[in-house]
């Protein structure tokens, strides 16, 4: 598996954010407003990976609190490092998704329903950009070190 592809997550952003504008031109005025429960959600997903990207980078660097830390079993990894790729692309699609909103709702912000939703989408948008900046840091933290002696090898050439 590779690491997520900024270009990719770019794509996933634009696509979706010109989805939901063109969708909204059609149908914003039969939505209801938009609720902030999204915003605290994803905030605390972003910091659950973080926590957990933090400590399963000090398993593999053997640098956890207990002395004799049994090693970590390979196959958590590869789940943490899948569950940071596909957080990533999700909290991008969602930053789309709710900046499409912005740009729907930009042009009519005397109205309240428009601004409220403006402000909600603008505190989802970022944080599902939260969301994307700790799943990469899950991604990179399920990386494996190099073997020391293959380090040592190669500075010797």
Known sequence: MRASRPAVLLALVFGSALVVWALLKGMYSQL??????????????????????????NKIHHRS?????????????????VLGKASA??????????LGFVLHVLPDLDLPTPRHD?????????SALALTGAALF????????????????????
Not at 67 to 78: F, G, I, M, T
Not at 89 to 98: M, R
Not at 118 to 126: E, G, N
Request: proline share 10%.
């Open 65 to 81: 609190a207990a002395e004799e830390a049994r090693p970590v079993d390979p196959l958590s990894v590869a789940n943490m490092a």
């Open 118 to 126: 403006l402000i909600v989408s603008v505190a989802t948008s970022v």
């Open 32 to 57: 209801p407003p938009l609720p902030w429960t999204a915003v605290p959600t994803l905030l605390l997903l972003a910091l659950g990976e973080i926590v957990t990207g933090v400590n399963l980078r």
């Open 89 to 98: 692309h999700a909290a991008a699609a969602l930053t789309g998704v709710f």
């Open 138 to 157: 899950l991604e990179y933290c399920c990386r494996i070190p190099k073997d020391p002696e293959a380090e040592k090898n190669d500075r010797r050439s």
